[in-house]
């Protein structure tokens, strides 16, 4: 279900809280695994997100998701001014209609920020020998399996709100495309996400699918990658899915992992720009998986 941004965090903020330190306590419950409606939905959700992304990029005078809105022109001179605007986005069938994924939440955003005096081809040639953000924001850890062009990323994710947080390894396919001398884009599929029991400790453990909580089910990520004089501005649409549970942890649920989506889209730009602002000879490089 996609539900638009509703300012109930504040009022549920300290029950959000009280409420899963309780459940995190418990013994972990056995959740229904993915239903067939519920994989078909998100597979609607992304095909049509990727068939919007497909057609804009076949543009000749715009190229960011952000130049293809109403806002486009402010949030462009936001991002040339040091600013990372975010904003929340909805994909539609053709007709224009809601695309229903059933007991689920899609978080559905993009966000663009400034890599200042970069050079397009410099950015693609480091994204894919070093991950950016290792041991910074949500990604605890990382290690490039398998190298461009095929590329396979594995990261040790976290995602925190109030009082909780719930730690995954997952894999993510990444395909990059240089499309001419100032446009360039990539896209992340996430292909193993799987929620951790008693993470940091000896006793860590994957939890198998279906038993986890279901807060982070599917992530995707699509980058656009546009030279400027400026620098190199980067600008990411991520879609996740979550699951949807009944009252009264549908609503706060939901409101809980949206919040969370959105803030991890603004700390994966941080991260972006920090990488980037960082001498390459401090960089982290990717080894092989051993």
Request: with cysteine; glycine share 6%; aromatic share 10%.
């Amino acid at each position: 279900m996609i539900n638009p941004a509703r300012p109930l965090y504040s009022v549920f903020a300290a029950f959000v809280g009280a409420v899963l330190v309780s459940q995190a306590a418990a013994p972990v419950q056995a959740f229904p695994p993915l239903k067939a409606e519920t994989s078909a939905g998100w597979s609607q959700y992304t095909a049509a997100t990727e068939q919007r992304i497909a057609t804009e990029l076949k543009s000749t005078d715009r190229f960011l998701a952000l130049d293809f809105t109403s806002t486009g022109i402010g949030e462009r001179q936001a991002v040339l001014h040091g600013e990372m605007p975010v904003a929340q986005m909805f994909s539609t069938k053709a007709n224009g209609k809601t695309i229903d994924v059933p007991d689920a939440w899609v978080h559905h955003w993009r966000g663009a920020v400034l890599l200042p005096k970069a050079r397009l081809a410099d950015v693609l040639r480091e994204l894919q020998v070093r991950v950016p953000g290792a041991g910074q924001g949500d990604v605890l850890a990382s290690k490039i399996l398998e190298p461009a062009p095929a590329m396979r990323v594995y990261l040790k994710i976290h995602r925190s709100k109030v009082s909780f947080t719930f730690v995954y390894n997952t894999e993510h396919l990444v395909t990059f495309t240089p499309r001419d001398a100032t446009h360039g884009s990539s896209t992340s599929v996430a292909v193993k996400i799987a929620e951790l029991a008693n993470a940091g400790t000896p006793d860590e453990r994957e939890l198998a699918p279906g038993k986890d909580y279901g807060f982070l089910w599917r992530l995707n990520a699509y980058w656009r990658y546009l030279q400027v004089p400026e620098g190199v501005i980067a600008e990411c649409e991520s879609v996740s899915l979550s699951r949807e549970v009944g009252f009264p942890f549908g609503t706060i649920g939901g409101i809980v992992a949206r919040g969370e989506a959105r803030e991890s889209m603004e700390r994966a730009l941080v991260n972006l720009r920090a990488f980037f602002a960082t001498p390459v000879r401090t960089r982290p490089a990717w080894s092989p998986a051993r």
